[in-house]
């Protein structure tokens, strides 16, 4: 019950899934990223092992489509599943299994993918998706943020959102940025307040913070 964009910015490089859903706390088990290696987001009748293990096989040199292959075959309930999953080359793969729950689909683009289920129609992932190519010159974070934005104004989740995920990692290990509604009332609405929040109190300080270029791992 959920739709999300999984994206990699040609430009800067950085990766980053955002999602929205009708229940509680997606970003805890839905989005997943790690820096250098790529995102994926989990979600229907969430497992979250496909996204575990899917940045694993990432992490080695799989290729999108690889890693989503290979998960899939491990799970006997796959049928159930949706994923989406870019890699550091922006190469993407999408899964979206026959007992999701309509209308359920996914899309691919420019370095990026967008899939969701039970939503008004395909025209959020539609937006979505066209949000995400006209954003190009925009921070992944304020695209991610815009194309939820989209995706809500054309229907979104059926059932309405309760929760919103903007997850962005750069070039360092933690995230660069890590919006997280877990439940209200009108979350797209408090994304909105809170990305503005981020943008001028958040990510500055962020931007200040160790790197690990300075900070040598112990033994």
Avoid at 54 to 71: D, F, N, P, Q, T
Avoid at 110 to 117: A, E, K, L, T
Avoid at 139 to 150: K, N, V
Wanted: proline share 4%.
């Amino acid at each position: 019950m959920t739709f999300s964009i999984v994206a990699r910015c040609a430009r800067t490089n950085q990766v980053g899934v955002a999602a929205a859903t009708a229940v509680q706390a997606v970003g805890k088990l839905a989005c997943h990223a790690i820096a250098h290696v790529g995102a994926i987001a989990s979600q229907a009748l969430t497992n979250p092992y496909l996204a575990y293990d899917g940045l694993r096989l990432l992490e080695r040199g799989a290729s999108a489509e690889e890693a989503l292959r290979r998960v899939l075959a491990t799970d006997p309930d796959a049928d159930k599943r949706q994923v989406g999953v870019v890699d550091i080359q922006g190469r993407t793969a999408a899964w979206t299994g026959s007992e999701a729950i309509p209308w359920a689909g996914h899309l691919a683009g420019r370095n990026c993918s967008v899939q969701g289920n039970r939503l008004a129609g395909p025209q959020v992932l539609e937006r979505a998706l066209a949000s995400m190519h006209g954003t190009e010159h925009l921070d992944l974070a304020e695209r991610l943020t815009l194309a939820l934005l989209e995706g809500d104004s054309a229907g979104g989740d059926l059932k309405g959102e309760r929760s919103v995920n903007v997850l962005v990692f750069s070039s360092e290990e933690y995230a660069l940025c890590d919006i997280r509604i877990d439940d209200h009332e009108a979350p797209l609405d408090e994304l909105r307040r809170l990305f503005a929040v981020y943008q001028t109190r958040i990510l500055p300080i962020v931007r200040t913070l160790p790197k690990r270029s300075d900070i040598p791992r112990p033994d």
